[in-house]
C-alpha cells in the first residue's frame, strides 16, 4: 500500500510563502523504489480539482500548471521519501486545500490529470489572505 501524508500549509498574506511536505511509506511504495509520479493538485472552495506540480521520482523531471510557473516549485528528497511543494509570490487564489497524490510510473510522463493517480493524501489547508 501507499500512505501519503501532507503538511506544512497555512495562513500567510498575498506575496508571502509556505512550503509543503508530502511524507510517503508503505509496502508498495518502497517495493517501487524511484519509479513514481507524485503530483501536487489543489481544490478551493466551490472550484473543482485541479493539478499544481508533479516529479517524476526516477530523475526528477518536473511539470507544471501554468498558473503557478515561476511561483511554485516541486521537489523531492528520494532518501527521505518526501515530496516538497515550495509556494512563492502567493495570491488570494492560490487558497486551496492542497493535496499529494502518487502514481506507478516507469517512464519519465507526469501530466496532470488526477483520473491517474491512485492514492492521495488527505490534504493540507493554505490560505492566503490579501
Known amino acids: 500500500q501507499v500512505q501519503l501524508v501532507e503538511s506544512g500549509g497555512g495562513s500567510v498574506q498575498a506575496g508571502g510563502s509556505l512550503r509543503l511536505s508530502c511524507a510517503a511509506s508503505?509496502?508498495?511504495?518502497?517495493?517501487?523504489?524511484?519509479?513514481?509520479?507524485m503530483g501536487w493538485f489543489r481544490q478551493g472552495p466551490g472550484k473543482e480539482r485541479e493539478g499544481v506540480a508533479s516529479?517524476?521520482?526516477?530523475?526528477?523531471?518536473?511539470y507544471y500548471a501554468d498558473s503557478v510557473k515561476g511561483r511554485f516549485t516541486v521537489s523531492q528528497d528520494n532518501a527521505e521519501n518526501t515530496v516538497y511543494l515550495q509556494l512563492n509570490s502567493l495570491k488570494p487564489e492560490d487558497s486551496a486545500m492542497y493535496y499529494c497524490?502518487?502514481?506507478?510510473?516507469?517512464?519519465?510522463?507526469?501530466?496532470?490529470?488526477?483520473?491517474?493517480?491512485?492514492?492521495w493524501g488527505q490534504g493540507t489547508q493554505v490560505t492566503v489572505s490579501s
Open positions: 516529479i517524476w521520482s526516477r530523475d526528477g523531471s518536473t
Open positions: 497524490a502518487a502514481r506507478l510510473s516507469f517512464v519519465a510522463s507526469c501530466p496532470l490529470t488526477s483520473s491517474d493517480f491512485a492514492y
Open positions: 508503505g509496502s508498495m511504495y518502497n517495493g517501487y523504489h524511484r519509479t513514481w509520479c
